[in-house]
């Protein structure tokens, strides 16, 4: 039990259609994150949320909108993906003031993706 | 900006073995630096965590790492390994007071034989 649960664990999805992954956090954090782990290349943040405002989106493209409508929950939603869009998506959790303060990040355990 | 670097994709050790995880950072001063382990289909656990003080941490599962200036390293050690440490392992790097949070390293496979 990582106090972090993300659903599905695993999505199959047509490049046409629209789908959400959803994200509990169970920790009191007020930061949250979504992460994108591709086969042979490093993690890669796609956004951060803070106080439930964005406060960073990695040039990630348009078809990944997030949503954080609270301190505890944390959405992507998809639509119109590519097959090179199939990964690993993993959130993620923290307890931050202003800025980075290095406190431990808490990840789920992830919902694999893929595309067809 | 900060950047990590693994330089193992894969290591192989028998159990009972010793093990060097090397990871090398790039950044202007002293980041903090993180060793996270993946096992197959979950997420990440934090292994150890150096923000500052001394450069020898102890973390979880009988691991430890040192952060050097120079070179640039925070490698983990294990002095005996064990089959279930058997996982990617990752290195990460922060800037203090960056709103980025972590630059994650490629990470390092580490298979163990019986």
């Known amino acids: 039990e990582t106090g972090v649960t993300q659903t599905p664990r695993h999505l199959v999805m047509g490049m046409t259609n629209k789908k959400s992954l959803k994200c509990e956090q169970h920790?009191?954090?007020?930061?949250m994150y979504w992460y994108k782990q591709s086969a042979k290349k490093p993690l890669e943040l796609m956004f951060v949320?803070?106080?439930?405002?964005?406060?960073e989106n990695n040039s990630v493209p348009s078809r990944f909108s997030p949503e954080c409508p609270n301190s505890s929950h944390l959405f992507l939603h998809l639509h119109t993906l590519q097959p090179e869009d199939s990964a690993l998506y993993l959130c993620a959790s923290s307890q931050e003031s202003t800025g980075f303060s290095g406190n431990t990040i808490y990840f789920g355990e992830g919902s694999w993706l893929t595309v067809v | 900006a900060q950047s990590v670097t693994q330089p193992d994709i894969h290591i192989t050790v028998s159990e009972g073995a010793s093990l060097e995880l090397r990871c090398n950072y790039s950044?202007?001063?002293?980041?903090?630096l993180f060793w996270y382990v993946q096992s197959p289909g979950q997420g990440l656990q934090l292994l150890l965590k150096y923000f500052s003080g001394d450069t020898l941490v102890q973390g979880i599962k009988g691991f430890e790492a040192e952060f050097k200036r120079r070179p640039s390293s925070f490698n983990r050690r294990k002095p005996s390994v064990h089959w279930s440490d058997a996982a990617e392992y990752f290195c990460a790097v922060g800037a203090p007071g960056s709103a980025r949070q972590l630059t994650f390293g490629s990470g390092t496979q580490l298979t163990v034989l019986p």
């Open positions: 920790l009191g954090h007020n930061a």
């Open positions: 950044y202007g001063a002293t980041p903090y």
């Open positions: 949320y803070s106080l439930e405002e964005r406060v």
